[in-house]
């Protein structure tokens, strides 16, 4: 492994990704960086490389600490990598939580005529 191992192996070998098809896929569509430089699947990943993985809606920023090619429990997953992402990243997905009050459970539907004027009425009373 001093060589590396392949960065889809990785990312999901480190729980990044539920499986490693979806890290292929992520990878293949530009969600993966290194230095800025979208990868392909097979790009080796080294030691002390920072990785940008894009979930929307923040981009994840992480350390390779040690190599890994086999899943692993996730409370061993601390010791081969470390997050770095912004703070202003993080506070992002703080905010979608929070703004969670405007969504509807699933399942519920759409709103009915009362709740749409009722909706309506709100947001023309904040304007």
């Not at 590396?4 to 539920?18: E, F, M, P």
């Not at 430089?37 to 080294?46: A, E, G, L, T, Y």
């Not at 061993?76 to 703004?99: F, H, R």
């Amino acid at each position: 492994m001093e060589n590396g191992v392949r960065i889809d192996k990785w990312l999901w070998a480190v729980r990044i990704y539920k499986t490693r098809s979806l890290a292929t896929e992520a990878c293949r569509k530009g969600h993966v960086s290194i230095g800025n430089i979208p990868v392909k699947p097979s790009r080796m990943v080294h030691l002390g490389e920072i990785l940008k993985v894009r979930k929307s809606p923040i981009t994840r920023t992480f350390r390779v600490l040690q190599l890994a090619e086999k899943r692993m429990s996730a409370s061993l997953t601390l010791s081969y990598l470390e997050d770095i992402t912004p703070p202003e990243e993080l506070e992002l997905l703080d905010m979608q939580k929070n703004m969670r009050w405007i969504t509807r459970d699933p399942g519920t539907g759409r709103p009915t005529k009362k709740e749409r004027r009722d909706l309506d009425d709100f947001f023309d009373w904040q304007e």
